[in-house]
């Protein structure tokens, strides 16, 4: 137990503080990189909760995908620092009301399950005995759910043919490659033979 | 003291021999994979390779690694330290640490993951970042253009690459390594690359890409880049690019034995008397020479050419397999329990 407590201490303690560093440091590529150490972490814990597939999860999606994708936006931009940070404190109210809402709201959450009688039973979905959680959580998706989550998977397809169309635009005049009409060529469209008559030419 | 010892401390003795033993010869087979590389290339346009150093020049991989390890690491001024020292280090890391979940026998494996195929997915989905990272923290054009081709065309394949893994998941009911090589026992005939044949060549040119190697090599494209991200590197902090990008076709031939391969199983049931690692050793090779005859073939894929064939071809085809494996087995009643 007390390697599982120090890993604990471990994960908690570097989410804690490279979270903090995201808002703090000066580069925006450096947030990002912190901000990934930050997934990796929280994916330790996830470990230690026992829910290895969720941790693997975060790995591939977030830190795989999407923060790359933040992360080549981000050093792309051509950014001055020294502006970035003048509008620092005027945000930082409305940072920290966001701020305190969200706690609120995990404590309101982690209270009501400390205080109350049985704490298992709480849980929305305790993982069932010998179930791995993969399968645990495969039947809750799949079968339990199955019409929410294929709805959710829709609003997702919608949202990203949204995407497509608002940034589809075809321009007049490019010429593309078009690999099937290279493909379905053959010789007798492109080459001819002819037998040139000496000192005559073509 | 006693509850020390044996709770804690002999099985971290236990556990870093393992590591060693798997490590040790993971890097000596990535420096004489460099070696057959050259050989096998010499081979193939008629050119002797190494021969100078050492009989038939087989210490030729250990002169480079000296020569490497005794060179002037220099970090270019305007680069940013920190990330620009990490950046390798990162990519040999995560090239080493991903062999934790390979089965090379019955019950030979550090970690027996439930979720082992999918540790192995998240690791080398991270591998992008070593080489985003290294491109831009050099903070030259050379090296950043390489970088973001090379991420680029990272992710693109990765997405076919899961969609193959999932068809082989639906067809062994596990994502334990283990299991996927123990469901492909009793002869060549049980193997999945038979049964997946066509997401058998998918994969196999998906794993190049990955990899960056010819004819996906675009971020090193000498041509036009240089040599792509790890431009301004320079002794050992290249050598870990080096070690990691080896390591990571190691690794990806490793995890096509397993998926497709029959992993340390006999191609047939009389051979079984030879043991599990040896053949798993073979089928690595067998893809490994499969990497360097493609890189003595075929010239190298332009960028735009590289993407269509990421996202037009690989991505619909293995969707279509995908639904077709799943509807196979939901059809005639064949779903692994």
């Known amino acids: 137990m007390v390697v599982q407590a120090l890993a604990f201490y471990l994960f908690a303690t570097v989410a804690v503080l490279s979270a903090t560093a995201v808002v703090t440091v000066r580069n925006p590529v450096h947030s990002v990189l912190l901000l990934i150490l930050t997934f990796f972490n929280a994916a330790g814990l996830f470990v230690l909760l026992g829910a290895e597939f969720l941790a693997m999860l975060l790995v591939v999606v977030y830190v795989g995908a999407v923060a790359v994708l933040f992360l080549f936006v981000v050093m792309m931009l051509d950014i001055n620092f020294v502006e970035m940070r003048e509008g ?42 010998g179930l791995t959680n993969v399968e645990a959580l495969g ?60 000192g005559r030419g073509i | 003291m006693e509850l020390l010892w044996d709770g804690y401390i002999e099985p971290l003795v236990w556990i870093v021999a393992k590591i060693l033993a798997i490590v040790v010869p993971l890097l000596v087979a990535v420096a004489y994979l460099t070696y057959a590389e050259r050989k ?49 280090m990162l990519t040999f890391i995560l090239a080493i640490i991903a062999w934790a979940v390979i089965p090379f026998d019955e ?29 831009w923290a050099s903070n030259s054009k050379y090296a950043f253009l390489g970088a973001l081709r090379s991420g680029a065309q990272m992710v693109s394949y990765e997405i076919s690459i899961g969609l193959i893994i999932i068809s082989v998941l639906l067809t062994t009911g596990s994502l334990n390594l283990s299991d996927i090589v123990r469901g492909q026992g009793g002869g060549i005939w049980e193997w999945n690359f038979i049964y997946h044949l066509p997401m058998f060549v998918v994969f196999i040119v998906s794993i190049l890409a990955e990899t960056n190697r010819a004819p996906f090599d675009l ?59 040896i053949w798993f050793i073979l089928k690595i090779c067998f893809v490994l020479f499969i990497f360097l005859w493609v890189r003595a073939t075929f010239p190298r894929y332009r960028y735009d050419q590289l993407m269509r064939l990421g996202w037009k071809v690989f991505l619909p085809l293995s969707f279509a397999w995908v639904m077709l494996v799943a509807t196979f087995l939901v059809a005639f009643d064949k779903v692994p329990a």
């Open chain 1, 139 to 198: 039947q809750l998706i799949y079968t339990d759910y199955a019409y929410i989550f294929q709805a959710a998977g829709l609003v997702l397809l919608v949202a990203m043919i949204g995407a497509i169309v608002l940034t589809l635009r075809t321009r007049e005049g490019v010429r593309r490659q078009k690999i099937s009409e290279q493909v379905k060529r053959d010789r007798a469209d492109t080459l001819e033979v002819k037998k040139v008559p000496v």
């Open chain 2, 107 to 135: 019950g030979m494996v550090l970690a027996d993951l439930n979720v082992g195929i999918l540790y192995l997915f998240a690791i080398s989905s991270l591998g992008v970042y070593g080489i985003v990272m290294a491109g």
């Open chain 2, 219 to 277: 971020p090193e494209a000498e041509a036009e880049l240089v040599s792509g991200y790890n431009v301004d590197y320079s002794a050992m902090t290249f050598a870990l690019f080096f070690l990691g990008e080896y390591a990571n076709m190691i690794l990806m031939s490793g995890l096509c034995a397993v998926l497709f391969l029959g992993g340390w199983t006999a191609p047939l049931p009389v051979l079984d008397f030879i043991p599990g690692p």
């Open chain 1, 88 to 129: 620092f404190l005027n945000y930082l109210p409305i940072g920290v009301l966001i701020a305190l809402v969200l706690f609120v709201e995990l404590a309101f959450v982690g209270a009501g399950w400390a205080l109350s009688d049985d704490k298992v039973a709480v849980l929305a979905h305790p993982t069932p005995a």
């Open chain 2, 40 to 88: 096998v290339i010499g081979a193939m346009q008629l050119r002797k390779g190494p021969n100078v150093v050492g009989p038939f020049g087989l210490l030729q991989p250990l002169a480079d690694g000296l020569k490497l390890f005794l060179k002037e690491t220099i970090v270019p001024t305007s680069a940013n330290k920190g990330v620009f020292i990490i950046a390798p």
